[in-house]
């Protein structure tokens, strides 16, 4: 690569760890093994491994090629990346997607990113030392209910901390940290799970062999491949754990050169993140919970598809028994979901700040303080109430997601035609991208992805009427607000850009 500034990319390595960290994030250590326990056991991985192939392996090449397709046009942000691929003047407005998805999750996920922060702190702290299950149980929900000043803390710390590596730019920043960053959280990742698989149950856990945990995940439920809710469980997850339909891809690749290559780096990163979720992300928390607490215990725990209660309110108190070696192993664990935070949550700012760059001339520090400025007002609500948090997370963080990668998959191979799509795809890569693959962008993967979402129709209504809080109406509110303001800034920067032609 060429390109050393801070606007650009300073090595291949960077970009792909930088990638690679934006896609392996919270859900791959949480949220993928609760899933996988639910959703059938070893037999989810058919269904996940196919929606992968079919969805998020076409997908990454189609945002990669995107991204790299804008940035020859001077933009770096999905609205006017839409723009260059679909000179009907709508596709720009459905490129609001792009900037508003990246807002308003960081908006909470800024927050679950300072939990672990916070446990970090406490495992060397030693405050869970002599705790019970019921203790640590209490401490969790008191914490995350702001029974004390300490969540707001570490928010605010983990808030200044984003801001500041967005400020230091791409290569100055982003890639600097994922560089540092990507490296730990893998090395942490190897040595908890090689401890997770080779630890011996305790008396009254599952059963005594150290494996138990391990083949009680991968145990098959192959009656559960024929129902629907595991296939949109499947692709859901996949969105989730790639970062796909979110805008942020685009903005990585579109500081590409026209002839770099976007087909390995794609697939790199991609299936760097399958392996960081399937192999570490399942060795660690499932097989550590299950050999000391039980199957029982642990299926309880995870029902609803979320690991963070095990994540947060087990794991802490299973590792105080560990002596010297729990107390690290704490800190490695939770450093771990914090570098897989703060290395997804940092790409969420970049969409913003190549927007204000390109079509505002404002600096990245100006671009970023505004990042950081946004994502405290927005997310105010998600610290005050569960119910927000939740309201954030399925609107912006799942259904977003969805009609997001709907329209640009139209957009791209459809609107700008496949051929082209191919081409783009295709331009400088240092491997043969398989043919099938643009037959499957073409046609498998629209229908896929809209089988997707008329499955969860029903859901989408079912959530969009249903009664909330004070705090849930206003969590909607602030997302409207979000978005129309983020509209009437890409309407306002393109009456710019006619203006200087």
Request: charged residues 10%.
């Amino acid at each position: 690569m060429t390109n050393q500034t801070s606007t650009g990319w300073g090595s291949r390595i960077g970009l792909i760890l930088a990638m690679a960290g934006n896609a392996v994030g919270l859900g791959n250590f949480l949220r993928f093994p609760a899933q996988a326990i639910e959703n059938g056991g070893g037999a989810f991985i058919i269904p996940y491994l196919v929606c992968f192939l079919l969805m998020g392996l076409p997908l990454l090449f189609v945002e990669w090629g995107m991204g790299r397709f804008g940035g020859r046009y001077g933009q770096h942000s999905t609205p006017f990346i839409f723009d260059a691929l679909g000179k009907a003047p709508y596709w720009k407005y459905f490129g609001v997607f792009g900037i508003f998805t990246n807002i308003a999750v960081a908006a909470f996920y800024c927050y679950l990113e300072s939990w672990a922060l916070s446990w970090a702190y406490h495992s060397v702290a030693g405050t869970f030392n002599g705790m019970t299950q019921a203790n640590l149980q209490a401490f969790f929900t008191n914490y995350i209910e702001l029974g004390t000043a300490q969540p707001v803390v570490f928010w605010l710390i983990c808030l200044v901390l984003n801001t500041f590596i967005l400020s230091r730019g791409i290569s100055g920043g982003v890639e600097k940290v994922a560089k540092i960053g990507m490296p730990l959280l893998l090395l942490f990742g190897v040595i908890l799970a090689v401890t997770g698989i080779t630890l011996e149950a305790k008396p009254g856990g599952a059963i005594n062999d150290g494996l138990v945990g391990l083949n009680y995940l991968w145990s098959p439920d192959f009656s559960s491949i024929w129902s629907f809710k595991v296939w949109v469980a499947a692709a859901g997850q996949i969105f989730f754990t790639l970062s796909l339909g979110m805008g942020s891809i685009h903005c990585y690749a579109s500081y590409l050169n026209a002839k770099e290559d976007i087909a390995l780096n794609a697939m790199t990163a991609g299936w760097m993140n399958e392996f960081v979720e399937v192999v570490l992300g399942s060795a660690i928390i499932i097989p550590i919970s299950v050999g000391f607490l039980g199957i029982d215990a642990i299926s309880e725990m995870v029902s609803g598809g979320s690991g963070l209660g095990i994540g947060f309110a087990v794991l802490p108190q299973l590792f105080s028994s560990w002596g010297w070696f729990g107390t690290l192993s704490g800190l490695m664990w939770f450093g771990l979901l914090f570098f897989a935070g703060v290395t997804s949550s940092m790409a969420m700012g970049t969409p913003l700040i190549g927007f204000m760059r390109d079509n505002f001339s404002w600096k990245d520090k100006q671009s970023a303080y505004l990042f950081g400025a946004l994502i405290f007002v927005f997310g105010i609500p998600t610290v005050l109430s569960q119910d927000a948090f939740n309201e954030y997370d399925y609107w912006a963080g799942t259904v977003s997601l969805v009609v997001f990668a709907m329209v640009e998959i139209v957009l791209f191979a459809w609107v700008l035609g496949m051929d082209k799509a191919w081409d783009e795809i295709t331009r400088g890569a240092d491997i043969k991208v398989p043919l099938i693959f643009k037959y499957v962008i073409k046609y498998v993967s629209p229908v896929f992805l809209i089988i997707v979402f008329v499955g969860a129709l029903p859901d989408i209504i079912k959530n969009a009427t249903a009664p909330t809080s004070f705090y849930g109406w206003l969590g909607r509110a602030m997302l409207l607000i979000l978005f129309i303001g983020i509209a009437v800034l890409v309407s306002v920067a393109k009456r710019k850009q006619l203006k200087s032609q």
